[in-house]
């Protein structure tokens, strides 16, 4: 009988436990641990087929050869861009993402675009003809494109060292089911093997793996933490589905910056890129509603327009509402408060609700301002001028606080047809605000803003 070891595995971080605890004693998370199958005996003979084998020394750090990491550019600007110019040979790469929000789409359509290389796009979740009828529709097919249904991950490296991709795409890491470990497809001892196995064909062959992997509830990438670890790069793939409107951020790079955000609009032939995101964001405006203020927003390093709309009104019921979409709400009970003690505003027995134009989930804290400005708009229900704009922080005691890359933000705002931007009358010391056409307003209280405002 094949002997067979079992252990308990946190399901967040990977820690292995002889027994079963309430509380991983990794990550002191309760109820994560499961037992799992861990190694079925060895049917003999070499596991790996790549093996490293070449001895290391140790070598002084300025003997290290310094060539940049060479990328290879993919005819996807926006990936280009979130990765850092392109993919890094030998890198592996994980996109997350809630389910349908389109991660195989992007990759399938990666594949579409890319017909100078051979791209091997391995699907466990889909059939061929699905996919196909997909690809027909979002793209021209090609013959350097090849498609493989499969979820075992030994028949899946065979088929790969056959066709020798320049690209491996596995949608999705979760279904893949190596047989080297007993436990089933998508749990962490799974999960942890494949990553691995594709790891080390990545980095012995220098070819590129891209991972797709699905999310928790939480947000996190459903399986160990540790995945996460493993990998090159992290890309999450979020919006709202009931919108139009996708973000790709990264927030893990080893061979660039985390700064940066592609933009994607779905459309009914696929993904497209976003060149100019304030223009298409504020292209669905009607000037002139009370409610509505616009922020120079900056998400990473991309500066973009962001309409914030707010409706204040009588409460329904006896509790007040305050909803936010796109905005932290508690962020909303704070500026709530600060408007009722420091602007004398009775706004607490009001129902308030706040929108981020295009389902953009919005971090900066620069768009403080101009949902307060909403707030104020739509309660006085007196429209904002249509050319004015926001970017400050808004403390504890209604000051208004400086934010990053101000000058950038007055240049976006500008190239967009602003006439008026009001910014934080603090820290603009050494900032040169006078080269502009724009009007910059610098103001130090809310009541400084809204004195300006609505006089
Ligand atoms: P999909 O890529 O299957 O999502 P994931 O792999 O992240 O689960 O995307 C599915 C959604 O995208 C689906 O609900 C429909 C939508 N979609 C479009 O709107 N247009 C298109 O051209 C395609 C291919 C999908
Ligand atoms: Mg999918």
Redesign the pocket.
Known sequence: MAKTKTAFVCQSCGTQASKWMGQCAGCNEWNTLIEEVIYKEKKGGVRRKFVDNISKKPVPITQVSSEDAERIPLPDSELNRVLGGGLVPGSVTLIG?D???????LLLQLGLNYSSKKILYVSGEESANQIKM?AE??GKLHDNLLLLTDTSLERVMERIEECEPDLVIIDSIQTMHSPEVDSVPGSVAQIRECTSELIQFAKETSTPVVL?GHITKEGNIAGPKVMEHMVDVVLQFEGDRQHLYRLLRSSKNRFGSTNELGIYE?????LKEVHDPSKVLLSQRDEGLSGSAIAASMEGARPMMIEAQALVSTAAYGTPQRTTTGFDQRRLHMLIAVLEKRCGLAIGKFDVFVNMAGGIRVDDPAIDMAVLCAALSSSEDFPIPAKTCFAGEVGLSGEIRPVTRIEQRIGEAEKLGFEDIFVSGYGLKGIETKGFDITVKPVKRVDEVFQQLFG
């Open positions: 993402g389910p349908g929000i389109g991660k195989s789409t997909r529709r979002i797709i779905m459309q009914g032939s696929g």
